[in-house]
């Protein structure tokens, strides 16, 4: 079902490729000489299919979107993922695929994923710290992996579970948060064209720090929503609990959609700050479901945003 | 001559003056690296952050000051004054990176403040500072009296647990950091609880 969504965010809008390729480049060269090797094999491209698309928004640069990270099994800091999450084993790598399925089972991630188009998805990213990116993510659509493992009428919800292994993870040694990381969306918002598992960006394979080898992206919620280094895919009838509304469900709802009319209780979210704006940086307006409103409203119709947030 | 007596003869060779220089520099530095993209993608957040914890880092040391001359007889009772007033420096600082920097928007700032607890509780802890700032020079000392001065800056204690409390209840999930920052003031602060004494009747 690859290209069911158009984005308005292009291509031909954002940071040339030979830009950031330059900056790649010059960041390999330093990585060679301070480190003896690794940044070669990372720039392997995906050939994503590149999809048409509208107006658009100014990309963050790669640098960006790998530095300043949100990644609790590796550390609380925003730096701490790109430092910790160099020694991730992903491959081989597996995913628990069970609940209400026709074909349940533990897949290697490769055959789960053979023959699936992979398409760039530039989206909005919008933390729920009120700061913001533009990604040009490259993934598939979660419906398609849902099509594949057979999802029965029963289904309601699906749950999504992170990797644990406190050897490589060093943030899962202290009880930040009831290990493992735990998401869930409802059936609807599963199968929705924009929800995909993204495996890359940049058009290169996802790096650690972002959640390899292949995570969850839901642009029109808060970015804890979109859970990384996905290992068990649970189909539900019951709404399954997520990690951060477990940790404090005052804060944190199981829909967390980005929504500028309700804040956080400590802090507001009508603004947001963009990633890379440097220390002058302007706040600017939120928008509703993160500018997917035209997309995902319908989901939510009659529903009191304010309670179930 | 013990080994603290000797420390102190030591220092009473260094002035405190220089302290008011020295001080400077830690911000200077975490201003340049912001602008030099030494704190990461988003410096704005990283520079309240720092200047926030530097501040109570600084506030823990003026509150040892005490504890270390009782326990092991080193004084550094004449840099208090300094650091303590670089400690006030440094929280304006990081309450100027969050107005003009961070929420930017006046009619936000007002409702943080009034809204979130933790900001609440941040801004009285700097409200409260104000007053020792104000009277740490000798002529306030002479004026209140030292008893009364004294009886004043016993603020000192609220402001650091209130300053400590401020960076827990910031923090997401469960963080061992700021925990541990809020056992250190509590510490320091509870050894100046002094067991009921016996007095004589009148």
Known sequence: MAGRYKSDLKWSDVTPKGDYMNRRQLMAGAGALALGSIAGPAMASLGAKKTSYGRGLELNSFEDITSYNNFYEFGTGKDDPARNARGLTTDPWSIQVDGLVDRPGNYDLGDLTKGITLEERIYRFRCVEAWSMVVPWVGFELADLLARVGVQPSAKYVAFETLVRPEEMVGQRRPTLDWPYREGLTISEAMHPLTIMATGLYDEPMPNQNGAPIRLVVPWKYGFKSIKSIVRITLADKRPPISWQMANGREYGFFSNVNPTVDHPRWSQATERRIGGGLFAKRVPTLMFNGYEKEVAGLYAGMDLTVNF | ?202
Not at chain 2, 10 to 19: D, H, K, T
Not at chain 2, 33 to 48: D, F, N, R
Not at chain 2, 159 to 171: D, E, K, N, P, Q
């Open chain 2, 1 to 202: 001559m013990t080994a603290a007596q000797r420390i102190n003869i030591g220092l009473s060779r260094v002035p405190a003056w220089p302290l008011y220089i020295l001080g400077v520099i830690p911000p200077a530095w975490f201003l340049y690296q912001g602008l030099t993209g030494g704190l990461g993608a988003e410096p704005i957040k990283a520079l309240e952050h720092k200047l926030g914890e530097f501040a109570l880092q600084v506030l823990i040391v003026v509150l040892a000051v005490t504890p270390l001359r009782t326990w092991t007889g080193i004084n550094l009772t004449k840099f208090r004054r300094a650091l303590g007033l670089l400690t006030f420096f440094y929280v304006f600082l990081h309450l100027l990176v969050w107005l003009v920097l961070d929420v930017q928007i006046l009619s936000q700032i007002w409702a943080d403040i009034i809204k979130r607890p933790y900001i609440t509780i941040g801004m009285v802890g700097f409200i409260l500072m104000i007053p020792l700032a104000m009277t740490s020079n000798n002529r306030s000392l002479r004026k209140l009296g030292p008893k009364t001065w004294k009886r004043l800056h016993q603020l000192t204690y609220v402001t650091a647990i209130l300053g400590a409390v401020h960076f827990v209840m910031l923090s997401k999930g469960f963080q061992i950091e700021p925990l541990v920052y809020l056992g250190i003031v509590i510490a320091l602060v509870a050894t100046r609880i002094k067991l009921p004494v016996r007095r004589a009747v009148a």
